[in-house]
């Protein structure tokens, strides 16, 4: 690649091939595996999803059945990491957290440095049981509460919150966050993404290169942002607030967080499965009111900027009203995208040569060394 091609934040620049997923801006569409989002988010689950990236094909209803068996059989932390988890300092940030017990995990698992295809099905299986223990056994911990073991009888995204909460969720909750997890599976070469496949481009191990991602997503540039769009609903309150507020806003020329995309130039169309989530959760009551709230504040984005929301703002409704704490949000984002991660590096391993691009020199050349006694 020429030196003169260097884009900022290697915008519009193609680093690699991949089959896992294909994003159309200019339409607002997203495929994975060739099929369309709205047909998986409206009808398959969170576990299909993850059969098709890592198989290639959508299973059948034996092949779904023993594939949510032997997520749910791999839940359980090992023992050495659960003390690790107790010893955290009181007050980090879960994603520190999290990114603290995949490593731990990598010195655990006894297949860590098989790169087989076997091997690192079998060990990307155990880090999409193992995350949701690993986050909600830091919630419980932080909240002074002991953690609530993994239930094998119940669903991916249902475990979760049951192992968060110790009460087991309705339908509508748990079919809500297993489509969140769903639409966080896999999103092309984000920033996360891509870490992972340089760190696997250099044949290091599946959980360095997760690590890497965890690292890469613990940045509020990249992770965080359905986080901050809560914040900001929280911020404006009532949705009789929200148009003067968001004029102030624009015209202080702050970031309407949730609003606008690196990739699509239409909505995201993984919001528009969640903003059907949030209003299935709504109801009545509060969680009703941040609903409508956060419908104003679309409506008054796209009449006064023609901006559309993305995946996190009605993301930061749905996990608001299951319950979930801010600080989880991005954790959540994790749990959703590891087993896209581990889709990565596994293709990144089949077809493997060392991601080494060129930088642009901006500096200046053969400047005069001086010796140090005349400096």
Request: with cysteine; proline share 6%.
């Amino acid at each position: 690649m020429p030196e003169s091609s260097s884009r900022g934040g290697l915008a519009g620049v193609v680093a690699a091939e991949t089959a896992l997923s294909h994003i159309d801006g200019e339409a607002g569409r997203l495929w994975y595996r060739g099929y369309d989002i709205h047909a998986l988010a409206g009808q398959g689950s969170f576990a299909e999803s993850l059969y098709l990236l890592w198989y290639g094909e959508l299973p059948g209803r034996v092949e779904l059945v023993a594939f949510e068996g032997l997520l749910a059989a791999e839940r359980d932390l090992p023992a050495p990491l659960s003390g690790i988890l107790r010893a955290l300092p009181a007050g980090a940030p879960p994603m520190s957290g999290l990114r603290t017990a995949v490593s731990v995990l990598g010195q655990l698992d006894p297949e860590a440095e098989d790169l087989s295809p076997e091997a690192s099905i079998r060990k990307a299986t155990r880090l999409v049981a193992q995350l949701p223990t690993v986050v909600a056994t830091i919630e419980r911990l932080a909240a002074g509460l002991e953690p609530v073991d993994p239930d094998p009888g119940l669903s991916h995204a249902a475990n979760f919150l049951y192992m968060l909460s110790g009460e087991r969720p309705g339908d509508t909750e748990a079919e809500a966050l297993d489509t969140s997890l769903l639409l966080y599976l896999e999103h092309g070469l984000n920033a996360s993404t891509f870490a992972c496949r340089v760190v696997a481009s250099t044949l290091s191990d599946l959980h360095s290169a997760i690590t890497a991602g965890v690292g890469a997503l613990k940045g509020p540039l990249h992770g965080g942002a359905n986080e901050r769009a809560m914040a900001m609903l929280l911020e404006i309150g009532e949705p009789e607030n929200v148009e003067a507020w968001i004029d102030r806003a624009l015209a202080e020329k702050r970031k309407v967080m949730g609003f606008g995309h690196r990739v699509y130039r239409t909505e995201d169309p993984r919001a528009t499965h969640l903003r059907r989530m949030s209003a299935a959760l709504a109801g009545s009551g509060d969680d009703a009111r941040w609903h409508e709230l956060a419908r104003r504040t679309e409506d008054a984005m796209r009449a006064r900027t023609g901006i559309a929301c993305n995946v996190d703002f009605y993301c930061a409704t749905v996990f608001h009203a299951l319950g979930l704490p801010l600080r989880l949000f991005t954790p959540l984002f994790a749990i959703g995208r590891v087993g896209g991660w581990a889709a990565h590096v596994m293709e990144q391993y089949r077809d493997n040569r060392l991601i080494r691009p060129r930088a642009t020199f901006t500096g200046t050349l053969d400047r005069p060394y001086v010796p140090i006694d005349r400096r």
